[in-house]
């Protein structure tokens, strides 16, 4: 075991149901301790079926992986207590109050102390807002609540990784905001977090390192700031003038110029963004705003992944 | 939500390393599995049936006494001492109320928490399958031994109260003491209850083969009835002695003087040998499945 190794190493990791379907094909995943890594992809591109492959759940047709270190299958009772795991949404027992719920599970963990159980109870249902409704049988819980249950069970105990397949889903914007806020301060205090998440949004403001699934495969991974580097960044100038500051652009040999109604842009290339504004100065452009703009994780996203919508069945 | 504030108390001091030694006895999970099957609205109600049936005969029986002779043994012999209405309502519960109540249980235990995708989260805890198999198969025992023992007890106490006790008629003929009979009473209870969860290890097999628990239920239930058509057919006799409920009326010669043991090793061998098997099966087939629901 390397403590500082990362939380997640996957080698080949492939799943092919019995359908012939193969659902995560040859995949090497690789999460940094400390990370907040964004798990993408488009619906059906693997990301659930790779969850459920790193906790064990269903056997790999190929490839190993480790988490926190341990070989899985045979280091599960070491690494998954350490482990918080949201799969495939909320599931619980629908006759059992919240809180009797989270008895529950943490009756099933041998590795915690019984005697803390109500206070550990108490604090995570804390954490998540819901312990005015703690005593409610989950089959009346809201969308949100059972969402809040679910991510409440993730904080039992302190972890060293969380595994979260959308957690935010169905949550009122309190409640994600809440959420994020919840992620960037565990994740400041040192728990690793992988994140599958539709929202390229919350990505943008958590998220340290980025993978991209896409029909089965990871067809990009890493650090959030690299992964944007690669579409070349274009400046952007906010201007009443914008065919003028057009002509500025262009005449400094910048490409792919654009002008809009209100503003003029185009790539930023290897012309220093300081000579660009002089210029813009020296011809008198009258600017109201002018930002060197990365490109959007979204286009990044759907450059990765095709346009289409239908999903790869 | 209170992420600042909690969050000192509750967040990962890197490098505090949590206790993670497993405690190597632990009954907690246990617990909370009886817990589980206890404390659900549905299996009350499926209590109330169980017990209800020694109440209805009792009354019955006191309204019209019986002729001698007249109807099953058990039925007879009630008026003379009030411990027979638990032993009667055993043997009228025994073909379906009984094995009902315990492929419901054992139908429920894996299915039923693969049927929520609760099952998914007991893995990740990690609970490790062999041992969610025998916590739940643990689990179904005690439940069939609570229900079996909730008939006598029930029928033991209203047939006391209107028929009154003392000494207790053996099948031989003899008599035994009154705390005697309770002893035998209770020996029918256990033998039952072996009978019963060797019924419970076919179910929990049949819980792991499917995501739908109802349908195990029923899948149990037809196995158990069939069992007993089939040894009712006197040209089958040669399979008779290796069906799963040939021996359970065995418990008859517990109440022999002295006990006659030797239907009864057979039937306990017999539960014990499918008990085995079907445990084996059901953890051959889990150990390895796909939990994908
Ligand atoms: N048990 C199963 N048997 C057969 N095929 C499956 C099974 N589970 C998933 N699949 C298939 O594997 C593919 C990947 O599914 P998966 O749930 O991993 O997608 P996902 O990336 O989580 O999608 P979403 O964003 O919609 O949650 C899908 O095409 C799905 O149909
Ligand atoms: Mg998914």
């Not at chain 1, 495969?217 to 952007?236: C, F, G, H, M, N």
């Not at chain 1, 490409?255 to 963004?273: F, I, K, S």
């Not at chain 2, 009630?78 to 249980?105: D, K, Q, R, S, W």
């Amino acid at each position: 075991m390397t403590p500082d190794g990362p939380a997640i190493e996957t080698e080949g990791l492939t799943k092919r149901f019995r359908s012939g379907q193969v659902a995560v094909n040859a995949i090497d995943l690789a999460v940094p301790r400390g990370s907040v890594y964004g798990f993408l992809g488009p619906n059906g591109s693997g990301k659930t079926t790779t969850i459920r492959l790193l906790l064990g759940l269903i056997r790999p047709t190929a490839g190993r992986h480790t988490i926190l270190g341990a070989r899985l299958p045979e280091g599960a009772g070491t690494a998954l207590p350490r482990v918080g795991s949201l799969v495939e949404g909320p599931a619980f027992h629908p006759y059992l109050s919240g809180r009797a719920n989270l008895h529950r599970l943490d009756a099933a963990d041998r590795t915690v102390d019984p005697r803390t159980a109500t206070a550990r109870i108490d604090a995570a249902l804390d954490r998540v807002g819901l312990l005015a409704a703690a005593g409610k049988r989950y089959r009346a819980y809201s969308l949100g609540m059972r969402q809040r249950l679910a991510i409440a069970q993730t904080l039992l105990r302190p972890r060293e990784l969380l595994i979260l397949d959308e957690p935010t889903n169905g949550l009122d914007p309190q409640g994600t905001r809440e959420v994020r806020g919840l992620l960037g301060a565990l994740a400041a205090a040192g728990t690793t977090v992988l994140l599958s998440t539709h929202l390229l949004s919350e990505v943008e403001q958590i998220c340290t390192h980025v993978g991209v699934m896409h029909l089965g495969r990871l067809v990009a991974q890493d650090s959030l700031a690299a992964l944007r580097a690669r579409t070349a960044p274009r400046i952007e100038v906010q201007t009443r003038q914008p065919a003028a500051a057009a002509g500025v652009l262009t005449a400094l040999g910048l490409a792919d110029v654009v002008a809009g109604t209100q503003t003029a842009t185009a790539l930023a290339g290897d012309v220093e963004p300081e000579k660009v504004v002089a210029a813009l100065v020296a011809e008198a452009v009258p600017v109201r705003g002018f930002a060197v703009v990365a490109a959007d994780l979204e286009e990044t996203f759907v450059s990765l992944t095709g346009e289409g919508f239908d999903v790869s069945g | 939500m209170s992420v600042a504030d909690s969050l000192p108390a509750t967040g990962l001091p890197i490098g505090v390393p949590a206790a993670l030694a497993p405690r190597r006895f632990g009954t907690r999970f246990f617990r909370s599995e009886l817990w589980l099957i206890f404390g659900r609205r549905r299996n009350w109600a499926g209590g109330l049936v169980l017990a209800s049936v020694p109440i209805i005969l009792a009354i019955a029986v006191k309204v019209s006494e019986p002729q001698p002779g007249d109807g099953p043994d058990f039925i007879s012999q009630i008026t003379g001492n009030g411990l027979f209405v638990a032993l009667a309502a055993l043997v009228l519960e025994l073909p379906l109320f009984l094995p009902l109540a315990v492929g419901a249980i054992a139908g429920d235990a894996v299915a039923g928490e693969a049927n929520l995708g609760t099952l998914r989260y007991l893995l990740a805890v990690p609970v490790h399958r062999t041992r969610l198999l025998l916590v739940k198969f643990g689990a179904i025992t005690v439940f069939a031994f609570t229900a079996v023992a909730l008939v006598a007890v029930v029928g033991s106490v209203i047939g006391l109260v209107l028929f009154g006790g003392g000494p207790l008629t053996t099948l031989s003929g003899s008599q035994l003491p009154f705390a005697e009979g309770l002893w035998r009473l209770l020996l029918v209870c256990l033998y039952m209850t072996a009978c019963l969860a060797a019924l419970g290890a076919i179910g929990m097999f049949v819980s792991t083969l499917t995501e739908q628990p109802i349908g195990a239920t029923i899948a149990i239930v037809m196995l158990a009835i069939v069992s007993q058509i089939l040894d009712s057919i006197p040209q089958l006799s040669a399979i008779h002695e290796y069906l799963p409920t040939h021996y359970w009326l065995a418990f008859g010669d517990l109440l022999r003087d002295p006990i006659a043991t030797g239907q009864i090793g057979n039937g306990l061998g017999l539960a014990w040998t499918y008990t085995v098997v079907f445990l084996a099966a059901a953890w051959a087939r889990f150990a390895s499945r796909d939990v994908s629901s």
